[in-house]
């Protein structure tokens, strides 16, 4: 019998085993497709809540310690894998900065480095913007993370460890319970149905994690959002900061890979990429940065975030259950908050004292209502 078992190898199920792993626990981790093909692939890798001063101090807490740890994980994984997750600090300009008051505010109490600048030093800063923006605000600390790159990194280092099992096309199919112990998991690769025993079971199921846990007759407010994105290529980046603007984004990437995001669409879980969803985010795109229109992307994709109320990710154990867990829910700020998230629970299940005050993000708790103001 392994110690843990882990439902769902996206970034919140791939860190949270890592995590598990590095303090001796024996951990199986499963997917029912590929290890991170899902919303931690499809997303755009900013290491920041859009519009920051906008999210509850519940999400603030996570993103600044995860902020923080970003360049120690992306150097220990480069020296692990060989895998370089390219986070790059570019720098984050927020083009019209209508809410400057309230953002610099935010920013002063968080100590977080926010300024308001002017045309001219946004134009030197980016030649190709287009010419009507008078200011900005300008956070030159925030990154961004490859993504794909950092799954690669992190199911490449966990494969190498002896404690860690990893099964990718093996999917959770029902959990045998025993007045409030889960006792057995019934997973499902291909047609083949096998029970596993684990001392304690995660749910780390992104978008599905509901659907996972509504058969226990445990009801968990996270729903699918699915968000689009485009992909440009050029042999010059022509921009250096990531730029926001009316709730879309430009990412550079190392390479001169841009992406541009993205969708938010209530529609269950159709993942297909639609012909209005690129035209919007084209026409977007275009009030960013206008030589876009001389450019087609080269890739279209969605993927699904999921979304607890607020954005405030589950993270702890379910009330009902002495041995069921859940790290689910970060929505749209689910690449930035992760490695917060696994750090927090595994302080839990480990009986560590923990990072931040657990409480506004336990499952079920009242104190998630009123600590979460
Ligand atoms: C377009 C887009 C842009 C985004 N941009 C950003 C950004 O710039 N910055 C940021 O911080 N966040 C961003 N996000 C959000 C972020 O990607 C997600 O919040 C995060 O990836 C969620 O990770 P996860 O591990 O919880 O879920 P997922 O990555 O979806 O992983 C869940 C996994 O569980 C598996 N699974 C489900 N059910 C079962 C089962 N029954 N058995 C076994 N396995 C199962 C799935 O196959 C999946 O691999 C973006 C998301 C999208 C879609």
């Not at 590929?34 to 755009?44: C, I, K, P, T």
């Not at 603030?60 to 360049?71: E, H, K, M, R, V």
């Not at 120690?72 to 060989?82: D, N, R, V």
């Not at 096998?194 to 780390?204: M, P, S």
Request: charge should be neutral; hydrophobic fraction near 45%.
């Amino acid at each position: 019998m392994s110690d843990y078992l882990i439902i769902g190898g996206g970034i919140n199920g791939l860190l949270l085993t890592r995590e598990l792993a590095t303090a001796g626990a024996d951990v199986i981790l499963i997917d029912k497709g590929e290890f991170g093909r899902e919303a931690s692939w499809a997303g755009g890798g900013i290491v920041s809540p859009l519009y920051p001063w906008r999210y509850k101090p519940a999400i603030t807490a996570l993103a600044s310690w995860a902020q923080t740890f970003y360049p120690q994980l992306a150097a220990e994984l480069i020296e692990e894998s060989g895998i370089d997750p390219e986070l790059q600090v570019s720098g984050l300009l927020m083009l019209a900065a209508e809410e400057a008051k309230v953002a610099l505010r935010w920013a002063f109490h968080n100590k977080r480095n926010m300024e308001k600048v002017d045309a001219s030093y946004l134009y030197r800063k980016e030649s190709e913007l287009a010419p009507r923006f008078e200011s900005a605000l300008w956070m030159p600390d925030v990154a961004n993370v490859r993504n794909p790159k950092l799954i690669k990194a992190l199911v490449h280092s966990l494969d190498k460890q002896a404690n860690v099992g990893l099964k990718s096309h093996t999917e959770l199919v029902g959990l045998c319970c025993r007045e409030n112990r889960i006792i057995g998991s019934k997973l499902r690769s291909g047609p083949q149905e096998t029970q596993l025993r684990a001392d304690k079971v995660v749910i780390c199921a992104g978008a599905w994690s509901a659907g996972v846990l509504r058969e226990l007759s445990v009801s968990l407010k996270i729903e699918p959002v699915k968000g689009q994105m485009l992909l440009f290529k050029f042999a010059k980046q022509p921009i250096s900061s990531i730029l926001l603007h009316a709730g879309r984004y430009l990412i550079p990437r190392k390479d001169g890979h841009m992406l541009v995001g993205s969708t938010l669409e209530y529609c269950g879980f159709d993942k297909s990429p639609t012909a209005a969803a690129k035209q919007s985010l084209l026409e977007s795109a275009y009030e960013i940065l206008p030589m876009l229109r001389r450019h087609e992307p080269v890739a279209q994709w969605s993927g699904l975030r999921p979304a607890a109320p607020e954005g405030i990710p589950f993270i702890g154990k379910l009330e009902d259950f002495e041995n069921l867990y859940v790290n689910a829910g970060q929505f749209r700020n689910g690449l930035v908050l992760a490695p917060a998230s696994a750090r927090l629970l595994a302080d839990e299940l480990l009986g560590r004292t923990p990072i931040l005050d657990p409480r506004p993000y336990q499952p079920g708790a009242l104190s998630r209502e009123v600590l979460s103001v």
